[in-house]
């Protein structure tokens, strides 16, 4: 009887965290801000226990990128963490990469809300169009896609540096 008790309870914790693990995460600025500023194996451990799995890594003598991805519902979210060396370590970063289009505005709402104020649009190289909000010292950059962005679902994507 009591093995049994502890089974079902066992059981009835995982069926209640499962519905936690399969949600899209909502992040907000301030946490990406401390995922980019985290160790790249305090970022590992923290979004896998989100769960994420590995996706990519990139690393060269300059940089290195890692990149976890989630797919729930549909929707895929994509984080990518830029360690660069030392002479460098002003430009580590995290990119949030999104496919729901509402989360993406809430960061953009969030940021507009928390004082970052319109800053230097453009264009980067795959056609995209940017938008970044400053605050003080701190840059958000929001990458809008592009109009004819072909097949699959378009992705958003936020930048936040160090």
Do not use: C
Not at 8 to 34: G, N, R, V, Y
Request: aromatic fraction near 10%; hydrophobic fraction near 35%; charged fraction near 25%.
């Amino acid at each position: 009887m009591k093995h049994r008790l502890s089974a079902f309870s066992a059981a009835l914790l995982l069926m209640l965290a499962t519905p936690a693990m399969a949600q899209q995460p909502a992040f907000t600025l301030p946490q990406l801000k401390a995922f980019a500023e985290v160790a790249p194996d305090a970022f590992r451990t923290q979004i896998k226990s989100q769960g994420f799995s590995y996706a990519d890594k990139t690393v060269t003598d300059q940089v290195s990128m890692i990149e976890y991805e989630k797919f729930v519902d549909g929707q895929t979210t994509r984080l990518m963490k830029s360690t660069y060396v030392a002479s460098r370590s002003g430009e580590d970063g995290i990119q949030l990469t999104l496919t729901d289009k509402a989360a993406f505005e809430r960061l953009v709402k969030e940021a507009r809300d928390t004082g970052y104020r319109p800053g230097e649009k453009g264009r980067i190289p795959g056609g995209e169009t940017y938008q970044e909000f400053k605050r003080g010292n701190e840059v958000v950059r929001f990458v809008y896609p592009r109009k004819e962005s072909g097949a699959g679902l378009p992705s958003y994507t936020a930048v936040v540096w160090r």
